[in-house]
């Protein structure tokens, strides 16, 4: 069919959305459609507002509902999606039916890309992870999801549990990198480094076994100063925009990992503005967490062509 040939990318993102800000497919949907991707979102969660308010309302989507989705769209011959993409996934039946999702996908269209954002928990500096999914999503994105991934993006406590190995080093980053790479992706970017020896710095490393443009490195790293504020959603938004970059310069990584980077540097410094005393207060009150919300649509127009500040330079593992 004519329409075919000059169809843009498409993507079914599965994650979590909520009524009020910016996490999971509010994070991911709008700057993927301003980057020429058509998306089609599913909910794995539909909450009134992301977690970190004092409370929350909702329902949480189960397997059975993904699928009843899924085999919709299978009647009616519309999965053929050029990427998947996942995020916050609630329970465990739910995340065997995403396997089951991106094999139906792949009969259709044996090239699509799956980027995975393994969300599990998360570390701060100095203090042990905490995982806040039930400890048997580690099972099931070990032994079925990572395999059939084609992009990964854990942080560093998610990178840990996956590999089974501890991170006090670069070094033993980049071989958690490597490790993670034969069980099946072809590229992991572990979107958060926090090193002992350096606290003031944030370490994003990528690596790929793609073959580069112009032979360079395969492994790499940018270093961002560390910012003394937590937003929710940043890393959802991040999946997404490497999502978009990776698709652009597929053998470019030092190319889409800054762009994604100063994709998300745009965002946060539109939100840093415009949170005032809230990026740094302590209670954690509605009225705080409304104010540290992503400014995303303040910054949209930044996204197409972002201003690179960091650079990435090939990682000495």
Known sequence: MPEAATRPPSVLSIQSHVVHGYVGNKCAVLPLNLLGFEVDPINS?????????????GTVGTGKDLWDL???????????????????IGSETLLE????????????????TYVCDPVMGDSALGEDGRMY????????????????ATVITPNQYEAELLSGRTIKTQKDAVEVCRDLRQRG????????????????????????SHEQETGSSQELRLVLP????????????????????????????????ELAIAGLQAVLGRTIAAAGDAVTATELSSEVMRARELRLVESLHLLPKPDVQYHAEPADG
Request: glycine content about 6%.
């Open 70 to 88: 899924v085999t919709g769209l299978q009647e009616n011959q519309l999965l053929n999606y050029t990427h998947l993409l996942t995020g916050y």
């Open 185 to 208: 992706p072809t590229t992991v970017v572990i979107t958060s480094l926090h090193l002992e020896s350096d606290p003031n710095t944030l370490i994003i490393l990528a690596t790929t």
């Open 226 to 257: 560390r910012k003394k504020a937590y937003f929710t959603g940043t890393g959802d938004l991040l999946s997404a925009l490497l999502l978009a970059w990776l698709h652009k310069h597929p053998s470019n990584l030092k190319l889409a990992v």
């Open 133 to 148: 999914v039930s400890k048997g999503l580690l099972g099931v994105y070990r032994d079925l999801i990572i395999p059939l």
């Open 45 to 57: 969660v539909q909450f009134s507002n992301h977690t970190g308010y004092p409370t929350k309302s």
């Open 97 to 112: 039916t995403i396997a089951k999702t991106i094999k139906a996908i792949r009969e259709v269209n044996p090239d699509a």
